[in-house]
């Protein structure tokens, strides 16, 4: 590594490794480097279908050690442990390997700029018994956790539905019913579905299956206009998903929750899907932090020292010209990324930029299932409540992936890995079996 003190990013997510490819391809691997504590990045929108196992992580993966070589940045494998402001220094954790054994040790490295984009994990609310028994779709382990969970009890199922005439069916509750558990819930309905291709001919998502969604609001999808929270609910109701609304889990048991007035949902997988904190090392920085350990920063995502900025998730950044605080959301750690490119740029050159983070809420969209092997999708977008269906749905879809592949990988090699994932999928089965 060379003597320059380099831009260093802490998390390679949706917002960092926008920032370290864009960085890299204008300064170089001895200015730019990316630290993340794990080999390999995934677009963690997609999490959700990991989860239910219609999407492969093995193919959809992409090793931070080949986008580095890529994009002209170095990558650094650890975990941000420490930091030390004066020396302008941080500590990152030993690497381990999967049998335990040290990659690599702690190490320190020196920083010109330091950026933190460690991203977001779920908030249980200190609720007794979450942390125990929930499952959460923070990162591809915890996704593929679930997968093998309710494969296996999926299996088993199937295996009781072939000697019993009447079986109980496996109970599935989804706290949360924001944008990522409407999403769980339908791709669940549609993963079950499709076991029915691959020899688990007895097992149908109507008898087999019972999801439960709970949400604390009145309703469910509350960042979006409420017909789309009506035709969501009315979605979900008739692919037999419960929806329960004005119910606040209180305690999470190994099968069963419990909520406000002592209700119990039977809950014999239990994801939690229901608020976000940042990691909360942060806190030990010596840098200001809020209640869910976001590092506060200004308009400019800058902290209280000039040489540090922090972007996405873990950041409480001012929404310039609304109120209140930018929501964390993928669309906005992407803005944030290509703004900090011009801030990081016109700061090399010696010619500080003073124009504040300007997020331009284009919407969002919410997949809630598909229909004739297609998909419905609804949602805000330019201000406009918007329901589609069918393959225009998909395309949409697709394409929220695909613009943060193409700002990491460029169009032409965006649209080769589109096209290879396509023909792939042709020639597996539509959910991973194993
Ligand atoms: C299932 C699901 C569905 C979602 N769907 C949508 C959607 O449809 N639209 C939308 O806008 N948003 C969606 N989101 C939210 C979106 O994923 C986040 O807002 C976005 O990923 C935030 O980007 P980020 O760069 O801040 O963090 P992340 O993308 O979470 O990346 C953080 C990175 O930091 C790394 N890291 C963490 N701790 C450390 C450490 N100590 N040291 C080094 N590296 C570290 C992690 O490994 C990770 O690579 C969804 C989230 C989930 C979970």
Known sequence: MSTVTPIVIVGGG??????????GRKYGPSQVYL???DADHIWKPSLHEVAAGTLDIHREGLSYFMLARDCNFTFILGALEQLDKEK???????AYNEAGQVLFPRRTIAYGTLVVAVGSKSNFFNTPGAAEHAITLDATQQAEHFRLKLLHALTQQQGDASTANQVEPLH??????????????????????SLHFYGANTLTPERHLAITLIEGAER???????????????????????????VRVTEVQENQLIDQHGTTYQADLCVWAAGIQAPSFLTTLGL????????????????????IYAMGDCAQAPWWGEQGNLPARAQVAHQQASYLVKVLSAKMRGKPMTTPFQYKDYGSLVAVGHSKGVGSLMGVLSGKSWFVEGLVARIMYM????????????????????????????????????
Do not use: Y
């Open 399 to 434: 394409s929220l992936h695909l613009m943060h592949h193409a700002a990491v990988l460029g169009v032409v090699r965006t649209f080769s890995l589109a096209l290879g994932r396509l023909l792939l999928k042709r020639s597996a089965p539509r959910i991973k079996l194993h």
């Open 35 to 37: 630290v993340d504590k």
């Open 88 to 94: 302008k220094e941080i500590q990152l954790a030993p």
């Open 220 to 246: 469910i999808l509350v960042a979006l206009p409420e017909e789309l929270s009506v035709r969501a609910t009315q979605l979900l109701t008739s692919r037999k998903i419960k929806v329960c609304t004005g």
């Open 172 to 193: 599935i509750a989804i706290v949360g019913g924001g944008a990522t558990g409407v999403e769980l819930a339908a791709e669940l309905t549609e993963a079950v579905a």
């Open 288 to 307: 200001e932090t809020n209640r869910i350990h976001q590092l506060v920063v200004n308009e400019r995502l800058e902290t209280a020292d000039p040489h």
């Open 14 to 23: 949706a917002g960092g490794l926008e920032l370290a490819a864009k960085l």
